[in-house]
């Protein structure tokens, strides 16, 4: 923040520290301030400074609510400084606050970094009181316009400020409206609203023990004040949990000085967009609702219409409407999302923000940019996420099942959701925690329904367009929703819907179709989406025609266009990342998907399920064995049973490596229950025919039992305790190996191994290792170089790495353990268990299994490559813990210098996205991926 120019005329310098500024006027700020002003006060300074008509008024910093929410009042200093900035918006406007005659109103607004549509609070109308309220009518010379602002001020005030139940309020109106016979709030007259404010007044008194404050100071105060609290509230903080938005960056407030929409026919308020959130397309797509105040768009008070009507009722606004929009799109590089009010035919300019939209569109619009000049291939990628992919390989509705819809909507989000409905949030909450999918089928949606919608599948709603409540929440979070399916006549209180006489009831499966808009009773099948065909497809274009078959054209263009712009992208990603992606995948037939995905090679390739199934029995003597003899013999059995698998593998995967990770868990996971063996055993004896087999077994699985087996005898260790068992492994990988040469195939096995805490332990069974190989070598003529390497996954190996360095060859961060033995957290007992609290607390934004804790284990990954690649120059480095799929950790693997991730195959397209985004994003912090 730089300070205005000083000194010049000798006046004492006094600029306030900087460090200490708390209110900055819109003129002052910048879009690239979303930190410290929040989003909305950020673009309301770029809007300003573009020029545009934007209302005058300042941002109170997200650092004030940080204090204000850390000491529990306000930081020093800072009534000051609203003082001086107000007493300049009275200056600018010509007005003072709340005075007797033409009072200057204004709306108090929150705004954090990332939008939070509907979760926080807004107050409009502030400054109006008993005094005012006839200066204000005077000055419009519109006396319901005045008595209609104060009843607002009073309802929002009195929700939002003071806390007292809404419904108290809404409920009063709706009386008033039906004691006078009108259906709309339009129908009152001045005096109905003057006995409405009356109303609203004795419930303020009535709830709070005082009267609605007179003194508009102290309005505005507690207005503030309950914006900084806002942030706190269960529902924003249920919202910032779900879209891992962080508990501690706090809100800004924007004081505005107010425009008013409801000033008669030739006023009202809409929102905007620049271009269809829902495919990408330019165009005119928005909401209108005339003689309106903002909220009541959202509200769905009354029926809005679209906004090319706008042209018929105002030409002249929307012309300029229409020129404000190409501006904002032209200079934000993106779609744009607008609020607007008309006062009297003037437009005002209330809110902008880069559209929050779906996955479809999102790589829609970026490729479509592109080949209009605007952004490059590089920013298309930054404006893509690896959470936006994931969306379009989601399986979709089956269009040849033939069932004809209920019902067809606005497709407000995409998806495929199918669950029982519900009718309200409590309900849906209710039966989703006994493990039910449910739909939640409202008239339209708000704030208080954000429980429900968070645990639904989808929503489903019979008012609103794409700006709804409902739409907008949805998309946000990815969730599938269709809006405005009038057709619907939803009876909430009976807890059921009729459509074209049709009765849906609750709990009744419903089949929502987010794409299309269309609303099916039962369970519709679902197949893969045209994405997913084509990735299968490994982006080749003869078999990447999507089914097109049965749907529309529309359906059928609008696919063919996202598959080609998610190729586009793919390809691009391609060509720039530097960090290759490989797949975790144990079978010729995960390996073989995996390929086709896109993998470069696996890089986790488990061996236990070699040991399971018939094969347990082996296990079972070779831990029975007494003599080397009976060891061998169970080995041997094994050995032609896991060649093959190997083979299968190889076969799959030709000329790509393949690293392949020693058995890892306990012995005993192979090993007959110990209750289950107690049991049976006792029950043998009681009826005096003790079985010796199953009482030698016994002894064998108690000598086994660990009380913490995750702790216990695993990994590495297992190879070094139990004779015979790695050496076996290591052949059937070298002899499977050798015959894929003579087959003529490329194989590049890699032996891996586990839990390594220190560089004895693999320089002991390395030797073991090589000497098998060696033998192969020798039996066969035939020489496949098999590298070998380790697992880091023990904070003691990340921190020894330099000398384990000296007997491996690659290192794979097994980064599920680390996190586990870095954090001491059992996951499967943790997770569950207290996580939520931690979540809540802010002690995490995101589950550290989720996502890498860069802190902590990233802090290990980079000790752990620094001393390896110095003890090492060659040494190759990759992941193949589950964070080898998630978009953020990937971008942390590519700082920390790593060559490849490993991830399961249906994350790899993921993976590859990413690591080009990694790319291209440059180091020390990616792009906002919200
Ligand atoms: P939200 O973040 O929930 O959209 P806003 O702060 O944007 O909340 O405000 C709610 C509504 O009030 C919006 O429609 C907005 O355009 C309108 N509004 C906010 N400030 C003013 C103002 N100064 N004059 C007129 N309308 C306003
Ligand atoms: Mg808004
Ligand atoms: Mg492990």
């Given amino acids: ?39 909305k006060g950020a673009n309301l300074a770029e809007m300003t400074n573009l020029g545009l008509p934007v209302p005058p008024g300042f941002t109170i910093s997200t650092e004030a609510c940080r204090y204000y929410l850390a000491e529990g009042r306000e930081p020093e200093g800072l009534a000051q400084e609203v003082d001086r900035h107000l007493a300049r918006l009275e200056a600018e406007r010509g007005k003072q606050l709340g005075a007797q005659e033409d009072p200057l109103l204004v709306s108090v607004r929150s705004g954090a970094m990332y939008s939070m549509p509907g979760m926080m609070d807004t107050v409009l109308d502030i400054g109006l009181h008993d005094g005012s309220v006839a200066g204000l009518a005077a000055e419009s010379g519109d006396e319901r316009f005045a008595w209609d602002s104060y009843r607002r001020l009073i309802q929002m005030f009195g929700k939002t400020v003071l806390g007292i139940d809404g419904r108290l309020f809404d409920d009063a109106l709706e009386r008033m409206k039906r004691d006078r016979g009108v259906t709309s709030d339009l129908g009152l007259g001045v005096s109905d609203l003057r006995d409405l404010v009356a109303e609203h007044k004795a419930v303020v008194r009535d709830r709070t023990g005082r009267d609605f404050p007179q003194d508009p100071r102290e309005q505005l105060d507690m207005a503030i004040r309950a914006v900084f609290e806002s942030w706190n509230t269960e529902r924003a903080r249920a919202y910032r949990r779900q879209e891992r938005i962080p508990h501690d960056l706090g809100t800004a407030v924007n004081v505005m000085a107010m425009v008013y929409g409801n000033l008669g026919p030739n006023s009202g308020t809409g929102v905007a967009f620049t271009r269809d959130p829902a495919t990408g397309r330019p165009g005119v797509y928005g909401d209108y609702l005339t003689d309106a105040q903002g909220e009541d768009v959202v509200a769905g008070i009354r029926n809005t219409v679209a906004l090319q009507e706008l042209e018929h009722i105002d030409k002249r606004s929307y012309d300029e409407l229409l020129r404000i929009m190409a501006l904002l799109e032209e200079h934000y590089k993106d779609l744009c999302d607008i609020e607007f009010t008309i006062e009297r035919g003037k437009l005002w300019m209330l809110q902008t923000r880069v559209g929050k939209r779906t996955a479809a569109a999102a790589f829609q619009m970026a490729v479509q940019l592109v080949d209009d000049g605007v952004i490059d291939l590089d920013e298309a990628l930054r404006r893509v996420t690896g959470a936006q992919l994931a969306h379009l390989m989601f399986p979709q509705f089956d269009k040849s099942s033939g069932t004809a819809p209920l019902a067809h909507g606005v497709p407000a989000s995409p998806g495929a959701a199918v669950g029982a409905a519900v009718f309200d949030s409590a309900e849906a909450v209710a039966r989703r925690d006994r493990g039910e999918r449910v739909i939640l089928v409202r008239q339209e949606t708000n704030p208080d329904d954000l429980p429900g919608m968070l645990v639904a599948e989808g929503i489903l709603t019979s008012r609103g367009g794409k700006t709804s409540h409902a739409a907008v929440v949805a998309r946000g979070m990815g969730k599938t929703c269709v809006v405005g399916a009038d057709a619907l006549e939803i009876d909430t209180g009976r807890r059921r819907f009729t459509v074209h006489g049709a009765e849906v009831r609750e709990g009744d499966v419903i089949s929502v179709d987010g794409t299309t808009g269309a609303v099916y009773r039962g369970e519709i099948a679902v197949v893969p989406s045209p994405v997913m065909r084509d990735l299968q497809s490994g982006g080749r274009p003869d078999t990447a025609r999507p089914d097109t078959a049965r749907q529309d054209a529309a359906g059928a263009d609008g696919a ?6 998610v190729r586009r992208l793919m390809r691009h990603a391609d060509s720039v990342a530097r960090l290759g ?13 995996a390929r086709r995905l896109g993998a470069r090679g696996i890089g986790l390739c488990r061996t236990e399920h070699m040991f399971l199934g018939e094969r347990r029995h082996y296990v079972e003597d070779l831990i029975l064995a007494e003599t080397g003899e009976q060891q061998d013999k169970a080995l041997d059995a094994l050995l032609p049973l896991q060649r093959d698998d190997f083979a299968g593998i190889f076969e799959a995967m030709n000329d790509l490596p393949v690293t392949i990770r020693l058995i890892d ?13 107690a049991v049976k055993v006792a029950v043998a004896r009681e009826r005096g025919e003790p079985d010796e087999d199953d009482e030698r077994l016994l002894q064998a699985v108690r000598k086994q039992h660990e ?55 693999l320089e002991l069974l390395r030797a073991e290792i090589e000497a098998v190989l060696a033998d192969v070598r020798a039996g066969s003529g035939v020489d496949v170089p098999i590298a070998i390497g380790t697992m880091i996954e023990l904070p003691r190996a990340a921190l020894t790495a330099g000398r384990i360095a000296g007997s491996a060859e690659f290192f794979s961060f097994g980064t599920n353990d680390l996190t586990q033995t870095t954090w001491g957290f059992s996951r499967d007992d943790v997770e569950g268990e207290f996580f939520g609290a931690y979540l809540d607390k802010g002690i995490f934004t995101v589950s550290p299994f989720e996502a890498i804790d860069e802190e902590g284990v990233g802090r290990l990954i980079e000790i752990a490559v620094a001393e390896g690649r110095a003890a090492r120059p060659g040494l190759v ?26 991830c399961s195959p249906y994350r790899v397209p993921i993976a590859r996205l990413e690591a080009g985004r990694a790319a291209v994003t440059g180091h020390g912090g990616g792009s906002d991926t919200r």
């Fill in 707 to 761: 009380r913490n087996p995750m702790l216990g005898l695993r990994g590495v260790r297992l190879g070094l305790v139990v004779p015979g068992l790695v050496g076996m492994q290591v052949r059937a990988i070298a002899e499977a190996a050798v015959a894929h040469k003579r087959a003529g195939g490329t194989p590049r096995p890699e032996v891996m191994v586990p839990l390594v805490g220190g560089a004895e332990e």
């Fill in 1 to 39: 923040m730089s300070n205005p120019a000083r000194g010049s005329h000798g006046t004492p310098d006094r600029t306030p520290d900087p460090a200490r500024q708390f209110v900055h006027e819109f003129a002052e700020g910048s879009k690239e301030q979303k930190r410290l002003l929040g989003g």
């Fill in 560 to 565: 063919a266009a996202v598959v080609h712009a």
């Fill in 665 to 677: 868990p306990p012995l005993h996971e192979f090993l007959p229950d110990l209750t289950e063996l």
């Fill in 581 to 593: 992606v490989h797949a975790n995948a144990d079978t010729p037939q995960d390996a073989e998907r």
């Fill in 877 to 902: 480095l990759g992941v193949c813990g589950e964070h080898g799929g998630d978009p953020a950790s990937v971008r942390f693997f590519d700082r920390a210098g790593l060559d490849y991730v490993s």
